[in-house]
């Protein structure tokens, strides 16, 4: 009887245990899921319309009571693209030149007399019209002797090519150009209109034609070749 009563308490005290275990295990096991679930941090990113973005970040719990509802939201500025920097497509007018490197070369040539820095000015015109610059240049730099000094007629009269016609530098048979720039584009347009649209595009078939000389070619020529090679 005793030993039936001592075995009938311990039963009943190892059930009581099993049942408080089981209470205990039950009633912890949302707390060991939310601890599972908030372990490692979540990052949600949604974009918004105003281009915004805005993180929400589970941080890890501090303790069990931790609920969804607690998250921290960040939110993070959305960096904006640098925009592409224009480049312009090369462009070669002459000889794998741009029209501005042409403009340097012929100013390398053109003197420091009142020819200077007409590079563009005579590069424009030339490419416009199909006219060579490099013989507009020569020529003008034999007929004036610009490379040094400037003669009296493209001094006086802003005559560069030599030309005779109205009105009259000083009542003479050479024509006289009110500014730099008009003698510039007459003698452009002269050898243009006066030569080239007749065939006549070549220092070899100018030169019987623009003077009397028998040297006048060979010493445009080299001038053609000075400017080339600087």
Known sequence: MIKAKIISAVMSVVGVAMISIAVLVENDLPVKNDLKK???????????????????????????????????????SMEQAPQAEYIPPRVE????????????????N???????????????????LGVDPYIVVAIMLHETGC???CSTLARSCNNFGGQKGAPGCNGGAYKAYATVDDGIIGMIENLYNKYYTRGFNTV???????????????????????????
């Open 38 to 76: 908030a372990t490692n941090s979540i990052n949600v990113i949604n974009m918004s319309s105003s281009n915004r973005m805005v993180k929400t970040k589970i941080e890890k719990p501090t303790n069990s009571s931790l609920t969804v509802s607690e998250a921290k939201v960040e939110e993070v």
């Open 204 to 230: 070899e078939l100018i030169g019987p034609r623009y003077a009397e000389s028998n040297t006048w070619v060979s010493k445009i020529n080299w001038y053609v070749g000075q400017i080339r090679a600087s």
């Open 147 to 149: 490379k040094s000094s």
């Open 110 to 128: 053109l003197g420091n007399d009142i020819l200077a820095g007409k590079g563009r000015l005579i590069a424009d015109k030339c490419i416009s």
């Open 93 to 108: 007018v002459y000889e794998g030149m741009t029209i501005e490197e042409l403009a340097s070369k012929l100013d390398r």
